[in-house]
């Protein structure tokens, strides 16, 4: 699965180049970025939880470690909303009626908090997020995620405030299980073989649509990521406890077909939360450059403060991606949402 996929904010460029006989020379290109100014900061998450009867466990941990989730969104500044659906909200199709797919605020055997949406404004936040995510687990063992995060987003009362325009859209499922989105309203769980299956691809080419994305600019506009069981021994596990589980295999594929990230159920729920958080602020704070430039020319500052290049994430300072032709940064140096980001080099070619 890819590891590293984010998304540019800005785009103000400046070239130029001279000749001398049959030989030229390339003066620096100039990218500046300003995330203030523009919407790339808004970031709109939308969590699709399992709420299947084996999943009680993993909901409480996710609603008891969302704090490390929120951390560094507020941290850094960044305008963020999150939503909750359920890995049946597909059966609004097959006559549940359209709450089915409604944005969760609580459940009935609960309580509701009355937002269907939280910000980091939102009163109580961390509690009223809890509440949201816990779905329970009287929820349909037919788990369909895919086709429920479709049902989710075109239900007209979630699209009419998510996900908002320009903001980038970060998909997280939490599940024990895998998909099996298909048309009909009968179960295919375990049949990767069924010709009714929906394709990745499908999935991909929606959300490229709703997104305006395409195969250049997916990175730049949304994510699927999830949490769930990536090998034998984590299934083996759980399987321990409650039979019934599976490998999240489509889950796998998704998250590499839309530059996402998978988590391991079976991992610290804290860290694995934290660690989609970071990986989501990179996604937002790629700087992509119009040129490929000479390596050893480029140079990154941010308000005004040369960043230091590293070679590993673990680091502070900033990384060239040169198979997109880009610019993370990381640690202590990634970007807050108000500030300047400029970087230098020498471009190869010219235009």
Same mark, same amino acid.
């Given at each position: ?41 808004? *970031? ?18 996710? /609603? ?163 949490? /769930? *069981? ?47 958080? /970071? ?22 500052? *941010? ?23 880009? *610019? ?12 300047d980001v400029k970087v230098t080099f020498d471009p190869t070619s010219i235009r």
């Amino acid at each position: 699965m890819k590891k590293l996929a984010y998304l540019p904010l800005a785009v103000a460029l400046m070239t130029g180049c001279g000749s001398n006989s049959s030989s030229f020379s390339l003066l620096p290109s100039e990218a500046n970025f300003e995330q203030a100014a523009l919407t790339k900061n808004k *970031i709109d998450i939308l969590w699709v939880v399992d709420n299947s009867g084996s999943m009680d466990s993993s909901q409480q941990a996710l /609603a008891t470690n969302i704090a490390r989730f929120i951390e560094l969104f507020n941290k850094r500044g960044f305008d963020y909303s999150m939503a909750v659906s359920t890995s049946d909200a597909y059966k609004e199709l097959f006559g549940a009626g359209q709450n089915q797919s409604r944005f969760k605020d609580g459940t009935d055997s609960t309580s509701h908090t009355g937002y269907h949406v939280v910000t980091r404004n939102t009163p109580n936040l961390v509690s009223t997020f809890s509440t949201n995510v816990l779905q329970g687990i009287m929820g349909s063992g037919d788990e369909r995620a895919f086709q429920s995060i479709k049902q989710a987003l075109e239900n007209p009362d979630n699209a009419a405030v998510f996900p908002r325009p320009g903001a980038f859209l970060a998909v997280i499922i939490l599940s024990d299980e895998d998909d099996y989105s298909h048309d009909g309203s009968n179960s295919i769980a375990g049949d990767y073989s069924n010709p009714g299956l929906h394709s990745i691809a499908s999935y991909v080419s929606y959300l490229d649509g709703l997104t305006g994305a395409d195969a250049s600019t997916r990175a730049q506009k949304y994510s699927v990521n999830s949490i /769930a *069981i990536l090998d034998q021994q984590c299934l083996d596990t759980l399987n321990a406890e409650t039979p019934g589980r599976r490998i999240g295999i489509r889950y796998v594929e998704l998250a590499e077909a839309t530059n996402g990230i998978v988590g391991d159920l079976c991992g610290n729920f804290g860290q694995t939360l934290a660690d989609i958080s /970071a990986y989501i602020l990179n996604a937002v704070t790629e700087f992509f450059l119009d040129r490929e430039p000479n390596v050893s020319t480029i140079r990154a500052y *941010i308000d005004g403060k040369r960043v230091p290049r590293i070679e590993s994430p673990s680091g502070d300072g900033f990384i060239y991606h040169a198979d997109r032709n880009s *610019i993370t940064f990381h640690g202590k140096w990634q970007p807050q949402a108000s500030q300047d980001v400029k970087v230098t080099f020498d471009p190869t070619s010219i235009r």
